[in-house]
């Protein structure tokens, strides 16, 4: 150290060595917010232990139960568990997309849900308008795309056109998917794609031998994702049955039920779903 400051430091010299520090400085910095920003790509080591990258899911769904239930058991009002609830989808995304999940997708108000009380209708409609608002740059900014599908006839025109200008600002990004389920019913899915098909035939663009699995799909709600069919659906709560959600593209996907319920569904629990997914023997019907 002697040595080195036996030279004279003349202001010239003095500037470049504050340049030389700043540079590295700003590139540390850089490095560090692309890796915030999604540029991070997780390796082998960097999953927990016990999973295997090549395992992993690439799309996940979630059927987010138990959010009332929560909240009466925390002595709080039915709002506040809808609120925790939508926190935790948040986080549980964020999480699936940093250990290399493609597609997340979340059946947060079904069409049956328009048959609750109507103060907290009107509450989820609000919660869903704040935080398409509130995340819009979030979701930007980690390169995420999203999808709000089904039926928007009795959705409020204001949040309908949140709902675009979400899409609208998002649709670009490719390897982050965030499909969000609002008014969606998996009969309803399936008997608008027979419709649209049979439009399609009476207008002579397609024949019955023309309809197969892959044309089907393309009518479905889940046509915006490249991904259309979950390898694992999540439900929480205890409740044991899909209630109407991804009918079609449930067909070969892995159940997992949790006893907890959604707003407590945190990273360990998340993590138990995904050993036990990448524990079974995939075989889509045939023997192995």
């Not at 999203?146 to 998002?170: D, F, H």
């Not at 023309?210 to 994702?225: A, G």
């Not at 159940?255 to 036990?276: G, I, N, R, Y």
């Amino acid at each position: 150290m002697s040595r080195r400051l036996s030279v004279p430091l003349s202001l010239t010299n003095f500037i470049r060595l504050t340049k030389i520090i700043a540079s590295q400085y700003d590139d540390k910095e850089e490095r560090n917010e692309k890796r915030d920003e999604g540029a991070y790509v997780v390796g082998e080591k960097d999953l927990p232990k016990g999973l295997q990258k090549e395992l992993m899911p690439r799309h996940v769904a979630v059927i987010m139960d138990g959010n009332r239930r929560w909240a009466k058991q925390a002595g709080l009002l039915t709002s506040q568990g809808h609120k925790a609830g939508a926190k935790r989808l948040i986080e549980i995304a964020e999480l699936c997309f940093e250990m290399g999940v493609d597609t997340v997708s979340a059946f947060a108000f079904s069409t049956e849900n328009w048959g609750r009380d109507k103060m907290e209708v009107n509450f989820l409609m609000s919660l869903f308008r704040k935080y398409l608002k509130s995340k819009i740059r979030y979701v930007q900014s980690k390169e995420i795309r999203v999808s709000v599908i089904g039926n928007r006839a009795k959705i409020p025109e204001s949040l309908v056109g949140l709902i675009k200008e979400a899409e609208e600002a998002t649709k670009c990004y490719k390897k982050k998917h965030l499909i969000v389920a609002i008014d969606y019913s998996g009969r309803f899915d399936i008997l608008s794609a027979c419709k649209s098909l049979m439009k399609k035939s009476e207008q002579g663009l397609i024949r019955e031998e023309d309809v197969d699995e892959t044309m089907f799909e393309r009518e479905l709600l889940t046509k915006c994702t490249e991904l259309p069919s979950p390898d694992l659906l999540i439900r929480t709560s205890g409740e044991q049955r899909i209630s109407n959600f991804f009918l079609w593209q449930l067909a070969y996907t892995e159940l997992f039920f949790s006893p907890v319920l959604w707003p407590d569904f945190d990273k360990e629990k998340f993590l138990e779903a995904l050993v036990s997914y990448q524990r079974r023997e995939r075989r889509f019907g045939c023997r192995v």
